[in-house]
Structure formats: C-alpha cells, structure tokens
C-alpha cells in the first residue's frame, strides 16, 4: 500500500466502509456455537447483552437455535441481506466466508477467527486480502477481539461487553489494553464511544481507524495503543489530519528496545525507533504517553474536559496535602499554578469560609462541606483566576457531584476533579460527575496529567490551525527499506559533494595526495588547518589515528601527511587510501549534532542534539520526520535541554539559531530528494555567533543506488 | 528537642510509650458528641465499628448515653483507669484534660483537636508540650484525624473506618492522603496494619513512628508521606535503623519548591531541598516515590512481595501487549527481564500448551486457561530463570487466585500479579490474591514499580547488613540554624586555609599586592599562571572582570595585574582589595564540581555534579548528607548520568575517581568539624588521570562564628 494512496477519494471510501461496518442494522454472525467457552457462543452473547436492536442473522451449518435465535445453514439462506458479517470460523474457511459474502453485496465483515500469519498462513491472509481488493468487501481483523460501537449498541466482540456510553474511542493492537482501557472507563463512568483491537489489520488499518473517529461525531477524544505501525507515513498522515479534529493520546510499545537496536553509526545508536516515535508525536500532535495508566489519564482529560483556554490552574481543596501533589506536578506537565489575584483574596476572604483556609494557590479551604467550594469558584472564574479550575477533593464529600455539574455549567473556565481520600462517599461520587463530562481522577498527580493532556493538544491544535502555512505532508511515494538492505559509508569527499548542493557550509578544503599537494592546499584555505585520512575502509577516522588537528606551518602538515598515512595503515592494514584531506581549521564556537537516518517505520527522520561525548552521555536528542517544516526546525532545537546554551547563558556567546534551523531544514531536502541515504552524521557542526560549520560528515548508503 | 535525644533509653521509652498507645485495652474519649456531624460523634462511631474489643468510655459533661454506651460527665467519674486518652474537645480546653489524665496515670494520649499552632495558638501547643515533659504522659496530635491500629481493632479516627488488616503502616502528615492511602490497600484487600497521621507533631513525630513501626510485629513495610520534617537528623537516625529492619517507601510533597529556594551560589541554586531528601532517602534507604500512585505501588510491592533473591524479572501472560508493557518499564527500575534457558524453553515447548506461545521473555502464553500458567511457573522455577515471576493477566482468569496462592507456596522465586482487563473476574480476582500476600497490580507497569522497589530495599538492607562498618551517623549535637541566620562570602586565600587543614589540592599559590609582587610569586610556582582578584566585594570574580588565565610571561603578568585591578574597580567602584592570587595554572583535565550547603531540614549536606554550565543545563548533581561513609561517597558520584565520562568513554582518559572520593569525604570532615559553614563550591575542580586540583573555592560562613 503506497504513501499517496490515503489521500483523496479513497480516504472518503474508506472512512465510509467503517462507518458501514460500526452503523450495521443488519447482522450475521458465521461460526456460532451452541459451548458457552467458545468464542462464537461468547461473541452472539455479547451482542445480545450490549443491546443491539438490529437484525441478528446466527449461521452455522448445523441451524437449530441459540440464545433464542434462529440458526441460519448458511449466509445464502438468509431471510434478508445483512450490513455486516461477523466471522468466526476457522481461519481455512474464512475466504469461502468473506466470498460468498462478497457475493451477495454484503459491504463489510469483522473477523474474528485467527489462524493467519501469525500462525505461519501468510497465504490464507493474502487470500482474504485479495478478496478485499477485487470485491471491494471492507473488513477488521483478522485476529482480533472484536469492534464495539456503542452509539449502535453493537457489541460484535467476544470480550468484554462494554455499554457504558461516552465520549473515547479505543483503538488497540492488543486486546488485553482494549478490554483494560474500556473497562476503567467504563467502570468510572467515562464511558467510549467505541473499541476496537487491531490484529492483523489485513485490510483496515490503524490510520484507518484514527481517520474514521477523528470525523466521528461520537467520539470526543482517540486513546491509542500501538505495537508495530503498518504504514508509518500513512499513519502520520492519518494523525495530522485527526490531531486538527480530535485530540489523540497514544502509547507505543517497544520503548525498551532503543538499546537493542542501536544501529552502526553515532546517530543510530542515540535514535532507536521509539525517539524517533516521540518527535513524529510532538511533530503531529499525538500526545503520547510512556505508560498504560497515564495514557488512561491522558485519555480521560481529552475526552471529558472542556477546551482549556491556557494552562493556568487553579487547585482548590480541603487537604492541603493534595493541593501540594498537585502543584507538585504541574511543572512536568507544562501547567502553572499562578497566585490568586488580590482582589479575589479579598472576596474569598470577606466569604468567612473557614479560619483555617489557606488563600494562595494551591487553595485549601479547611474543613468545609461541598457548598463552601461554590462561591469560591464562582469568584475565581469571575477574577479569571485560572483557565483550568481542578476540585482536589480529599474528603468525603456528600452533595459535590450536584455542585459540579452546575459550576460546569456556569463557569468559563474548564473543570476537572481529583477525588481521593474520600470513601464511601469518593466510590459513589466519581462516576456521576464522569457521566457528566467532568474528568475525574482518582488522585492530584494524574487529574494534572489529565489537564496537561487537554492543555498541550489544545494548544498544539490551535497553533497548527492558525499557522499560515498549514503543514504538509508531501507524501510522494517513498517505499520504506527493507531493514536487512545493503548499505555501505560513503568516503567524506563524496558526502561533501552532496552537502554543497545544499549549500551547507563546510570548511574550504582539498583532497591531497601526497605531502606537498597538502602544503600547496593549506596555502589556499590559509592556516591552521586539519588533516583528515579519505579512505573507504576506515569507518572511524579518529580511532584509526586519521584525524590531526591544529598544524600552523608547511613543514607540520608535511610531517602530518606522513604521519597519518603511517598510522591509518598500521590501524587497517592494507586499506585503500584516496588520499587525505586539508581543511582550513574552524574557530571556536558549540558544537552540536544534526543527523538523519532512515527509519524503518517513518523513513528519513531528522535528528538534532548537542554535541560530542554529551549527547552520548545526556541522551539530550531530538527527532522530526523529514520533510520538516519551518517550525520543526524550531521546536527541535528548542526541545532540547541544551537549548539555554545554544542561546547563550551564563555569559557564553549566543549561537546562530537561525543558521542551524536553515541546516536543519536543508539536510531535511537533502534525504527528501536523496533516498539513496541511509544515515547521514554531521558531527560536530560547530555554531557560532554568525553561521556554522559541518566539521565532519559521515554518510552510509543503500548499495546498488547511483549517488549524486 | 537534640538530635542526639533519640538513641539509647530515651528511644525504648518512646517505642513503648506508642506501643502502649496503639495496644491500650480501655480508652476514654473525651468530647464526644450526640450530632453524627461532628467529630467527637464520628471518632467515637469509628472505634465501635472497628471492632474495638477494649472498654471504652465516652466523657462529656452532659452526661447520658450514646450509641449505647454510658457517657461519663468527667475522667475522674470512669469505673477504671483507661490506658489511653482520645481527646476532641476544643484546643482550649485541652490543656485541662490532659493534665486530669496525666493525674490520673494515663499514659498515653490521641488530641484529634485543632485550634493551636496553626491556628495561631503556638501558646496552648507549648503548654501541652510542657504537660507531657512534666508528667511523662505521652500523646500524638494535635489536629489529627487520629489513630488505626488493626491488630487491637482500635479505630480511633474520625474517618476513614479501615478494618482491613495487612502488612503495610500508613503515616502521613495529610489526613487525606492517610485516608486515600489506607483506602486503596483495604479496597484491593492488600489491607493495613495502621495508620496515622502526623498533625502538629508537638510530642510523638514521624521519626517515633517510624522507629516504632520498623519494630512493630504487626507491620511489614510502611509508606510515609510528609510535608515538611520536624527533626531532620533525628528522621535519619530513625530511617537508617528502620530500613535495615523494615521496607520503608516515602512520597515528599514540595518538590515543586526547588526552583524557588535557588539559593545565591551556584551549588543552591541547583540543590533546592528536595534533591537533599532525595540523596538523603538513596543514602539512607528510603524508598522514594514522585507522586502518590506511585508511593502506594511501592508500598504494595514492599509490603507483600516475598524477598527477592535478585533483581531478574520473568513476565508470564497471556497478552503480548501487557508482558511488552512490563519489559518497557523494567530498566527505569533496575529490573531486567533475562533470557530464557534454552532447556526450559524446551520444557515447556514440551507441554504444547498453546500453538501461539511466544517463549522468549516476556512470555506470551496465547489464550489459555489459568491451569495452563501452573507448570510454565513451575518450570521457570526449576531453572531458576528469574528472582520474580509476574503473572501478567490480560485476560478473565478464572480460578487464578487459587493458582496462584499455591504456586506462592511452592516456588523460590518472589511472585507477583498484574491484573487488567479481566472485566469482573478481575475485580473479583484481585482482593482474594492479594489477602494471601500477592502483591496484585492493575497494570504491568504499576507491578514493575512495585517490584522495582522491593528489589531496592532488599539490596540495600543486605548490602548495609552485610558492610564491614556498619552505618553510622555519628550524630553529636548539631543545632540546624535559623535560615535567615545572617552569612557572608569569606575571600579565595581565606577559603583555601580551611581547604589546606583538610588536605584538600589546590594549586600552588601566592598573594601579591603588587604587579612585582606576582612576577616573584609566578616565578616560584612556574608558568604558566592565573590572576584572580581578592576583594570580600567581589562576590563573582570573573563576571567583574577579576581572572585572568594562561599568562605565560612575567610581562603578561605585570599586565594582567594592573588589567585586573583596573576592571574590577570599574565594575565594583570603591571595591575593597586586599590583594591579586597568582595560581599555577593547571593541566587540562575533566572539570567537576564539589559543594556542601547547610540543609534547613538536614544540615550539612555535600553535593557532587559535572562541571561548568552542564550542571547548570542537565542537572546532573547528586547529593549526601554528612558525614559521608565512603560508600556514599563512591554512590553518589556513580549516580550521576555523567559518571561514564569520569570513567573514561570515547577514547577520554579516565579520571582519579579514588581521588574524587577522598575529596567528597575530606569536605564532609571539613563541613562537619566547622559549622560556621553555610556553602561551599568547589568549582571547578579539575581531575586528572591521577589526582585532581580544586581551581576555585568560594565559601559563605554564618556571621558571628569564629573562622580557623
């Protein structure tokens, strides 16, 4: 499946072939069975409980009756042409299944049955995919739990039954977290719009899902969970569009194997596929969580709190300690919790609340009963003391979940509750004002991952909505590598030649080929310069004695020339050698890394972080998928933790920012038009206060592919 | 109240005095209340419904009866002597009742009243304070929630009313989080052994507790959650024998302060407080959490995971995507998830459990019942393929508590569980598993924490246990000072005198008061050298002008001289100078910084961190307490991110490390054996493959104390 092939009509036909599948009004479900533990007894059961009131067709070659329906002998016998085939035969008897559907018009079809590649029948999949294609029958699956659309009350999933309606949709490679995501909102009274696992997304696919509940008027908000990504351009596609639309939380499995996967190069050996992952989500607006529970939290914020209009919070409790957890986490959140203005002091104050009350933000309030919160949200929404108000309960708190509901409904600001600490009262209290969409959370630190959640995707929608240039992704065909190709480094001089059509600066220099040509180069790029061995068989130059730096005088670089020439062949025994280049020596100035690679998921991915044995250390790195926009460029350099220095504190020079973004942005073009690169390394570059310089450049590319 | 107060008989009093508290078989609750809204009604409720099998006696001087109980007009009217006395009446009135207690010979004391200190009323707290040091009578509170102690059923707190009993002691400064805390541990049927919040502290505080809970027969980890701490020596002397007995996992609120207690050096503008506590619970084995769900993840795992041999983790499930969630979380813990043997992945090949099985770690079992874990756990085993087994559920498991509590009979390893997505099985699963003593966790990532920290706490209590010089924390009378105490920067030379008694390198130096002066100076320590001013009015030498390095020449000297001078009085106009020091200049080497600061809680604490602006960038610090041991010194500097720098990566040289550990431990004598020390830095100094020289020293001394 191509990059290009989301866009336009097709992306239309898509979208209209799930809403066909979850909006069904007529149902068959192929493979029941009469034994409870069997998944075709479990899936009709499920479709009972949660309420279906469509048409419900059971087949099974036996007939008979099950669950007080008729049993169908086949799809042919119907009484009537159902919308939606659910399938649950053994994986050898799916494609018979899905033709005959085919057959009789049936648009769509879940299956259930596993049984495919996953079990060594790559061929029985490619099968059904073909069916897919040549009948243009849409299905989910296979190898999955099932789909649950809760605003048609259909259930087609052998577990769980799910009908606590509301504003998430869960979208899972695992059926495990789809079943835990729907069950801890639907038992704290959030409730999902809709469930769904993945499988083997033989046909529909993760971008397809996020597409369709993105212009779904059901759902509020998309908590993602992904293991592998099918198609990662396609599925970034996919999320720049919903993250406009609908704020998406993701979780990705498979952090831990950064350490694994380190690939050859420097840059590859810091990147790993998951950081790469991380700046695709800042880069599109995915917030991603690093764990199951704070995507639930983030989950829950997106989908029930109101559109914040900043990220000032205002904590008010009767605990003090809870206000301080709360306050405590907002800064990693990127929220604030600002003081109170006085005129507000002065209004809760003259209120009589309670002595004890303690008027600075976090507020605690002492020991008062529900109604005592009341006026004193009333006034700060007044005052706009803040633009998130969070009710940090932490007492029992009989009569808040009817106070909430009507401060939500009065005030500007949005409202989120934290409820811990209170028994009875907490247990009871949570879900109603849930179903009331007010997020709440079962302590402080996760009600202000919550809010932090709503805060980033609301302000990240609004940038990109405003931005004059609305991001775009020019997804020409770009197949993605096979991770096993054949690649090889290019010598510097050859990576120079494609560095320079980008007018990227690099030092003046020369390719020597014995001593006196060095002397006669050094001449022309004036003094000091840098001696560096330009040989196809040393990876690194420096390990092998290939690098000397500093030489002020012809008769240095003369004795350098012999030296290095002496100490490559001694490092690599008989390596090749091109020749050594003479490079006029760059001033002093910091030093920083730009990479790019090929990721296996997303294809070229820029990379930028601080330079030397620092990066290395501090792990202190940013991603964006190439190609970046402007503001990519921007927020790359900034998101990193050395950005302070680059702007120059403490007294340091501040660097050419500017200049480094425009390299950002032209080894993004370089990769773009280049797909022949499989990394590329540019360190150190080395920034001054007026423009920079690549001071190394080590590039790997695909064999076979012609080079510049 | 000393820190040395705690040791010794004084210690074994307090011990009792609580023991006697908690144990009291007769209780007298003096202020109770017929209005179910108040707290003398609710405490009084709360100890009947616990279960309490003791006597008790209500007191209020309108006699009668309440729920079903005789009320007595006054303690002097009660049949018998109660050993205990819980006290609700109002804070001026306290006063009296305990005096007519401790009158009467009762022991012990509970005053839930507020209305003293944080009222405004320090006057009736040091009066209660001064009744318990005259009589002996001993009390908890005021302004507390109050009392649970579950193996005497005494519940004598107004809220909540926890019966169910377990292993884990809950202490908190905040009632509601001892209320959330203990909520949580009964919900899950983890249960509690106590709980207890902290109040005013006027007699028994958080160090008494913690002292007594670490011995407690009852309790098997406790979670603590604090605020501000009374008597930070005292805390330590406490933990440091408590966490050799006892798990003990701490949330400390405030962190968000750190960033506005930046202190005027350089060394307290990166320390906060919060970064002591936390050298200080990793010096001290505290087990330290970030936020509140983490503390009780902790606390779950510390007080019902069997002791790990090790720290080797072997997920089992029967969902891919929740045995990936755990190995993704298990390097933040220190957890590894290693290999399976090659036999026992033929062992349990052998059993064809399941066609899908995954049999690499994590396992994923595919879909199979809960009997089909039994022999894969026990197989594991066997190989002794792991310290602890998770069971990672992603399914309902039916009949899986019963499993599992016989599999934790029969195995070596410690056994865990994670339990989501498992609908109402799950929800019924869960209390019956962890009632037996399996830590149950809703998440993989939740259990991974858990586990995490009971792997901590065994190491380091059998590492200390284990250590040829056991810890001690020589405690002789250290006052911690007034933060406002008065301080003054004291001049370079008058540093370097403490530093010289300590033997602490510095560069061969000299004072000149005269550009002739340095030249001879120079000419004696070798070139090349460094100028740098000495005025008590240059608090930062090089902001004003005041270094000059790398003179070469007794005439670049001579220059730099009168250059010095010159800049310093333009930018300190009327500056005091007392002279110029002329240092050797050293060799090139990795530059560190070494500081102490006066802690408010902890008093003299050392920090160690890289050098320069990277301190300041990453926040790669780490800090002690003092007196450092020489194992603290060792962890702290391996602690840091920047610690493979030290050692040597990427062709660096590595560094004296030993050297850096006798610098660490030469300051902590210094900072300990001169109070008169509110900071110190030592930045940079610079280590070198042998030795390493302090290149700067700038310390502030309180005003009024005696100097060397």
Chains 1, 2 share one sequence.
């Not at 016998?77 to 919308?83: F, H, I, S």
């Not at 018009?105 to 790559?122: C, D, K, M």
């Not at 243009?136 to 259909?154: C, D, E, S």
């Not at 979780?251 to 194997?257: D, N």
Request: charged share 20%; aromatic share 6%; glycine share 12%.
């Amino acid at each position: 499946m191509s990059a290009g092939e989301g866009s336009g009509k097709q992306l239309l036909q898509t979208v209209q072939a799930i809403d066909r599948i979850f909006k069904a009004r007529s149902v068959a479900v192929v493979g029941v069975s009469s034994d409870p533990a069997k998944l075709g007894y479990m899936t009709l059961e499920s479709i009972l409980k949660g309420g279906y009131d469509g048409r419900v067709y059971p087949v099974n070659p036996r007939g008979g009756e099950l669950l007080g329906l008729k049993v169908y002998k086949s799809l042919s016998q119907l009484p009537g042409r159902p919308d939606l085939v659910v399938i649950l035969v053994p994986a050898r008897f799916v494609p018979g299944v899905l033709r005959e559907a085919a057959g009789q018009g049936i648009p769509g079809a879940v299956i259930l049955s596993a049984g495919f590649r996953e079990a060594g029948r790559a061929d029985l999949e490619e099968e059904i995919a073909a069916i897919a294609r040549e009948t243009g029958l849409r299905f989910a699956g296979p190898n999955i739990q099932g789909i649950n659309y809760l605003p048609n009350k259909l259930c087609a999933m052998f577990f769980p039954v799910i009908t606590t309606r509301g504003p998430l949709a869960v979208v899972a490679q695992s059926g495990s977290v789809t079943a835990a995501l729907s069950e801890w909102a639907a038992g704290e009274g959030l409730g999902i719009s809709a469930a769904i696992n993945l499988g083997n997304q033989t046909d529909l696919c993760e971008a397809d899902y996020l597409e369709y509940f993105s212009t779904d008027e059901n759902t509020g908000a998309v908590a993602l969970y992904l293991e592998g990504i099918k198609n990662g351009r396609r599925f970034l596609e996919a999320a720049a569009r919903a993250t406009l639309r609908k704020p998406v939380a993701v979780l990705k499995a498979g952090r831990s194997e950064t350490g694994r996967l380190a690939a050859s190069s420097h840059t590859g050996s810091l990147a790993g596929r998951h950081e790469v992952f991380s700046g695709a989500c800042r880069q599109f607006g995915l917030i991603n969580a690093g764990s199951l529970d704070t995507l639930y939290d983030y989950a829950r914020g997106l989908a029930a709190l109101k559109e914040p209009r900043g990220n000032r919070v205002l904590s008010i409790s009767t605990s003090g300690g809870m206000g301080t957890l709360a306050a405590d986490e907002a800064g990693a959140e990127g929220l604030v919790l600002p003081p109170l203005p006085d005129g507000l002091v002065r209004e809760i104050q003259s209120l009589g609340i309670s002595p004890l009350a303690h008027l600075a933000n976090p507020i605690d309030l002492g020991y008062v009963p529900s109604e005592g919160f009341k006026p004193v949200v009333l006034l700060a929404d007044k005052y706009e003391a803040a633009d998130i108000i969070l009710l940090n309960l932490g007492d029992p708190m009989p009569g808040m979940p009817e106070i909430a509901v009507e401060l939500a409904g009065r005030i500007k600001a949005a409202l989120a509750v934290s409820y811990a600490g209170g028994g009875e009262e907490e247990k009871k209290g949570r879900p109603a004002m849930m179903a009331a969409g007010i997020p709440v959370f079962s302590s402080p630190e996760r009600a202000i991952r919550g809010i932090g959640a709503a805060v980033r995707a609301t302000r990240f929608r609004r940038e990109r909505q405003a931005g004059e240039g609305a991001y775009s992704l020019s997804l020409t065909d770009l197949p993605l590598r096979d991770k096993a190709a054949e690649s090889r480094l290019i010598t510097e001089p050859e990576a120079v030649q494609y560095l320079k059509r980008y007018n990227i600066p690099y030092p003046e220099h020369g390719l020597a080929r014995s001593a006196e040509e060095a002397v006669k180069i050094a001449a022309g790029t004036g003094y000091p310069v840098v001696l560096k061995i330009v040989s196809p068989d040393v990876a690194h130059k420096s390990d092998a004695g290939g690098v000397i730096t500093g030489l002020e005088t012809p008769s240095q670089v003369r004795e350098a020339y012999d030296r290095i020439l002496a100490r490559v062949l001694a490092a690599v025994p008989g390596a090749s050698i091109e020749g050594v280049l003479v490079c006029r020596q760059a001033p002093q100035g910091l030093e920083v890394i730009v990479g790019a690679l090929e990721d296996e998921v997303f294809g070229p991915a820029i990379m930028f972080g601080l330079g030397g044995i620092f990066t290395e250390v501090f792990q202190d790195v940013s991603f964006r998928i190439a190609p970046l926009m402007p503001f990519d460029a921007a927020e790359m350099i900034r998101e990193t933790k050395a950005y302070p220095l680059l702007r120059g504190i403490r007294g340091q020079t501040p660097c050419d920012i500017q200049a480094l973004e425009q390299l950002l942005l032209a080894v993004s073009r370089l990769v773009m038009e280049h797909r022949e690169i499989k990394e590329l390394d540019l360190n150190p570059v080395r920034v001054f206060k007026e423009g920079l310089l690549v001071l190394d450049a080590r590039m790997g590319v695909f064999v076979g592919m012609g080079l510049v």
